[in-house]
């Protein structure tokens, strides 16, 4: 039986997530853009589950952001029942979001078959740390600079 591919696109694929989510299950989808690169890549599939006990900084989260649009990006502060939240790749916070908003967190990543850790391990929180003082990107580029490609496409 030949699988086929079901194109979801953001006002369906929140409800749907909202609806998966609620009854206490994940959904798997393909991630679009380059917001989340290195840790999470376009076309990675993601699974994303019910959120836990507590949020914490360095969690990868979908949400939805302004303009209804649902993103998943990592939470890099916290400011009473909001969260600063932040693509890894990008040089702007997506501002303050309501806890409301967030909907689940990236508890896996798939990419080419292979199972991605790196970013949702313990290093989450200096990622996020680093990200939120504007340095993660520049960390990165070095990272890729000074490490031999056959390391750098084990991790990155």
Known sequence: MKSEELF????????LLREVIGKGAVLRFQAR???????IKHGD????????NSIKTGDVVAFI????KLIVHRIIGKIKNSFVI???????????IPENNILGYVR??????????LGLGNEQFLIALFSRLKILKYLIFLFRILMPSFIRRLIL
Request: proline content about 4%.
């Open 45 to 52: 599939i993601i699974t994303v589950a019910p959120l836990k």
């Open 8 to 15: 979801i696109y953001s006002d369906d694929l929140i409800l």
């Open 65 to 68: 952001g302004n303009g209804k």
């Open 108 to 117: 896996k990543v798939e990419r080419d078959g292979t199972n991605i850790s």
């Open 86 to 96: 932040k693509g890894d790749n990008l040089s702007e916070a997506d501002g303050v």
């Open 33 to 39: 853009g380059y917001s989340m690169s290195p840790f």
